[in-house]
Each structure stands twice: as structure tokens, then as C-alpha cells.
């Protein structure tokens, strides 16, 4: 994978590029010339792009991750650079300060959108035909005989779709993914969920969730109990899922790498992607049911 010439990183360039010359031509307008430092100053934020995905991971989560952030807070050094060299009011600017901050927010969101449904794909296998939908289901089925403590459930109402999950913590803790299958498309569509019903914290951050004031005197955690549920979605990372060394002969499924990463809740995606990847079948993660489409 060609770091460099991913697209989420051609589009970030394109996005830091629009925002270095909206800059500069509000400086032409407002002060009549442009000086080569501004210039340097302005497209510095292209070669920290080039810099941060050149030097970060070459997964295809890091990169995405890298593009976005780097592009989120890249694209801010142009504005600031013309507020801070103009006027010591900023609202003297206010017709720059409105149409950049629309233009920002407009192309971050729908920038968000298409970057997170990239990031989320994970292609077939290179040369591995496309199983039957009938027996990729079973394969997921397998799982449960793999040694993973899983549920495989099948919707009596929704036929293309299969519930999986798993639980831990005595049951107070669960973790689940709803398969949606399109087969017109070879494509399985992920949507997570993460439970938890009245578990203790086990870390800090959900120590430091709670439903209501609690005595700050040492004697009371922040959270004595924690209930939540929250969608969540796993960023595909190929490292994990090689190390998971999935074993499949015909429609059973085993584990003959990492078993203790394989046996791992927060791994659940995972091993499903890898799963669903080896049998040609491509992966898409999705936040919401509004998203019907595969990459």
C-alpha cells in the first residue's frame, strides 16, 4: 500500500491546498501583495501531511486517522496566519472569519463522513472467490466451536443479517455486532454495540463516569456502577489479524495463532473481519443503519 497515494491523503491535500490559496487570496485582496514567507507559512501544513504519513503506520486505519487529523487542525494555520497579521480586531475581519468557518465546517463534516467509510473497508482477499452467503454464515457459526465463548444468532424477521456477540464479566459486560449481508455486493456490513449493565469501572476514564454528584472525600469512586451502551466501531488493523492466524477448512473455523488476542472481546471485530476477508467477502464498518453502502 502506497502510503503517499492513498486517497484519504490526496483529498486532505487537495482540502489544505483550497484552504493555503483562500488564504492567500484574502491577503492579496486585503493587503496587495503576498511575501514568500507568507507562502512558506501557508503550505507548511502539505509537508507535515507529507511528513506525518511518510513516518506513521502504513495500516490503513493510521493512515486515515493520521489524514484527519492532520487536515482538521492543518487547515486552521492559514486562518489564524491571516487573523493574527491583519487588524489587532478580529471582528474587522468578520467577512473572512464567516466564510472560512462555513467552508471549514462544511468540508470537515462531509470529509468526516467519507473518510470514516474508508477506514472501516477492508477489501476481500486478493484471488479468493466469494463463498456463498449460506456458508459464510455458517463459518460465522463455527466461531462458537472455536474455543471464543460467542452467541451467533440469526433474526427470524431479518434474514440477511446475524447478531453476534460476546459477553464477559459475569455477563455485566457485552459486546456485539450486527452482520448485514449484501450479497449483490459480496460485502458484510458491521454495526457495533457495547453494553455494559451495572459493572464495576476498570479504568479511569469509566471511573470518572457517573449519573449523578457523589461525595469527593476519597471513601466514594467517581462511578460506583457503571450502566452504558454506546455504538462503537473497530478500526480495521491487518497486524491483529494476522497475528489471529484463522485456520478455515471448509466451513469450520479455527484458531491456530494468538489465541489469548483471539479470545479478547475488544478483538471481536477482528476475528470476524479476518474471517469474512478470507472468504472473499469484503468488510465495511458503519456507525448507523442509514449507511447502505459498501466501499
Same mark, same amino acid.
Given at each position: /500500500? &502506497?502510503?503517499?497515494?492513498?486517497? =484519504? ?18 491577503? *492579496?485582496?486585503?493587503? #496587495?501583495?503576498? $511575501? ?12 507535515l501531511l507529507i511528513a506525518g504519513?511518510?513516518?506513521? #503506520? ?13 487536515? %482538521? ?9 491571516? /487573523? ?12 473572512? %472569519? ?7 465546517f462544511a468540508i470537515m463534516v462531509?470529509? %468526516?463522513?467519507?473518510?470514516?467509510? !474508508?477506514?472501516? !473497508?477492508?477489501?476481500?482477499? =486478493?484471488?479468493? %472467490? =466469494? ?15 472455536? #474455543? ?8 427470524? @424477521? ?17 459486546? #456485539? ?7 449483490a455486493g459480496h460485502c458484510v ?9 451495572? @459493572? ?7 471511573? +470518572? /463516569? ?5 461525595? +469527593?472525600?476519597? $471513601?466514594? =469512586? ?5 450502566? @452504558?451502551?454506546?455504538? $462503537? ?30 479470545? &479478547?472481546?475488544? &478483538? ?12 472473499? *467477502? ?7 443503519? *442509514? ?5
Open positions: /500500500m &502506497n502510503r503517499l497515494l492513498n486517497p =484519504p491523503v490526496v483529498v486532505a491535500a487537495l482540502v489544505l491546498l483550497l484552504a493555503g490559496a483562500g488564504a492567500l487570496g484574502w491577503l *492579496w485582496l486585503r493587503d #496587495g501583495r503576498v $511575501t514568500p514567507a507568507t507562502i512558506v507559512i501557508l503550505f507548511v501544513p502539505i509537508a504519513t511518510a513516518a506513521w #503506520g502504513a495500516d490503513r486505519s493510521q493512515i486515515g486517522i493520521t489524514a484527519w487529523a492532520l487536515t %482538521m487542525f492543518g487547515t486552521l494555520v492559514p486562518a489564524i496566519y491571516v /487573523m493574527r497579521s491583519g487588524p489587532d480586531s478580529w471582528l474587522a475581519q468578520w467577512h473572512f %472569519m464567516a466564510a472560512f468557518g462555513v467552508a471549514y462531509v470529509s %468526516m463522513l467519507w473518510l470514516a467509510a !474508508w477506514t472501516a !473497508w477492508v477489501a476481500p482477499a =486478493p484471488g479468493a %472467490m =466469494p463463498l456463498p452467503e449460506h456458508r459464510l454464515k455458517r463459518r460465522i457459526e463455527s466461531l462458537a466451536n472455536a #474455543g471464543l465463548d460467542l452467541r451467533v444468532e440469526r433474526p427470524a @424477521d431479518r434474514p440477511e443479517q446475524l447478531l453476534v456477540t460476546r459477553a464477559f464479566r459475569g455477563g455485566k459486560r457485552t459486546i #456485539g455486532v450486527r452482520l448485514t449481508f449484501v450479497s456490513r458491521a454495526r457495533e454495540v457495547s453494553l455494559v449493565r451495572g @459493572d464495576k469501572p476498570m479504568n479511569a476514564g469509566e471511573a +470518572r /463516569m457517573s449519573s449523578g454528584l457523589r461525595p +469527593r472525600d476519597g $471513601t466514594h =469512586p467517581d462511578a460506583d456502577t457503571i450502566y @452504558d451502551a454506546s455504538l $462503537t466501531l473497530t478500526p480495521p488493523r491487518e497486524s491483529i489479524r494476522r497475528g489471529l492466524g484463522l485456520h478455515v477448512t471448509d466451513d469450520r473455523v479455527e484458531i491456530a495463532g494468538d489465541t489469548e488476542a483471539a479470545a &479478547n472481546p475488544a &478483538n471481536l471485530a477482528h476475528v470476524l473481519t479476518e474471517l469474512v476477508h478470507q472468504s472473499g *467477502w469484503g468488510w465495511q464498518g458503519v456507525f448507523a443503519d *442509514w449507511q447502505k453502502s459498501c466501499r
